[in-house]
């Protein structure tokens, strides 16, 4: 028996010059994603990349695979015919916050809902990079852009309740200056069968930089972040010597010294809990990063094509002449 050959991340390296901002996150995210497909296994030819409009809609031509940049938003949609034509391809779509949740809310909500089998990748730098620096529906209230230079009156949307709300299989986050955890967080994602959607704090260097400083700052990063781990406790600081425990319908933050027997274990599978874990914002306890939430549901794309084949062989053989002669039938002389 052949040995299949190893891939490396070279594998999954187009020969396009990359062309982001220099300091941009999305280099970050590029290659965390090209080295989780080869630690992945599958090649390149099995593998379908699919974005809309955006900065990091650039994606596909940076990545060795076969991919479509589509329209504002539509990449769901795109997706998704992809998937169902060619159920063997590993597919992933790349987003942003504004052509994800904006204009594209409506595809996201939908492919979250019917929980196809792809892996949805949603850069979030909280602003409008690729049109020069307009608000999005992650910016903060009050923030002063092209857009609103008085700051922004709407209130902030989060990917996270957004995807629960729509019925995710599974949500994860990560941010991109930690590619080990962002390679570790895109391998689970793959493995989930259904629809995984992770989130990604990435910065913008020219238009919202250091917008997630505290999450990233080695100053203040172990104390704004907990990273979740199945079947672990919810330990964060730099020592590790912060816990969350439940209060209520909520968390409340203990020293971990002298509290073990109130440790709160992260079960991912507990869709109560990944609700009370997406009202963590960094302001009322640290954001939680990993996987908030994974279950199990059908899969769309497997239902779809096992009620072709059970039609299939519920009726006959196809016969083009009946089917057009069926019915009320006349000529045309």
């Known amino acids: 028996m052949t040995e299949k050959p190893k891939l490396t991340k070279k594998d999954f390296t187009s020969d396009q010059e990359v062309k982001w901002c220099p300091g941009c996150g999305d280099y970050a995210i590029l290659s965390a994603t090209q ?17 809309g409009i955006g900065c990091s809609s650039r994606f596909p031509y940076y990545v060795n695979t076969y991919g479509m940049h589509s329209i504002h938003g539509r990449a769901p949609a795109v997706a998704s015919g992809v998937k169902l034509q060619n159920p063997e391809l590993s597919v992933w779509i790349i987003t942003g916050d504004g052509d994800g949740l904006s204009i594209g809310g409506n595809h996201l909500a939908h492919i979250l809902r019917r929980n ?32 609103t230079p008085y700051g922004s009156l709407d209130r902030s949307f989060s990917p996270a309740k957004f995807a629960l709300g729509a019925g995710a299989s599974f949500f994860a986050r990560t941010i991109d200056t930690d590619p080990k955890h962002m390679i570790e967080v895109f391998q689970k994602a793959h493995a989930h069968k259904g629809t995984s959607l992770i989130e990604v704090f990435q910065n913008c260097v020219i238009f919202n930089d250091k917008v997630h400083d505290e999450y990233t700052n080695r100053k203040t990063r172990d104390d704004y972040t907990v990273r979740l781990e199945a079947n672990k406790p919810m330990l964060y600081g730099k020592d590790q010597d912060k816990a969350l425990i439940q209060d209520g319908f909520g968390f409340q933050t203990v020293p971990a010294a002298g509290n073990e027997d109130k440790y709160f274990i992260h079960d991912p599978s507990d869709a109560n809990l990944a609700q009370i874990l997406t009202q963590l ?41 009946s089917l057009l002669f069926s019915g009320t039938t006349w000529e045309v002389n």
Do not use: R, W
């Open 116 to 147: 196809l089998d792809v892996n949805i990748i949603l850069f979030n730098n909280e602003i409008y990079g690729l049109t020069k620096g307009q608000y999005s529906p992650t910016s903060s209230p009050g923030l002063k852009t092209k857009s």
């Open 281 to 321: 914002d960094g302001t009322n306890g640290p954001i939680p990063l990993g996987v908030i939430k994974e279950d199990k549901d059908h899969v769309y794309d497997e239902d779809f094509h096992q009620q072709i084949t059970d039609q299939k062989n519920k009726m006959p053989p196809a016969d083009i002449k």
């Open 35 to 51: 080295m989780a497909m080869s630690k992945i296994g599958i090649p390149p030819h099995q593998v379908c990349v699919v974005s």
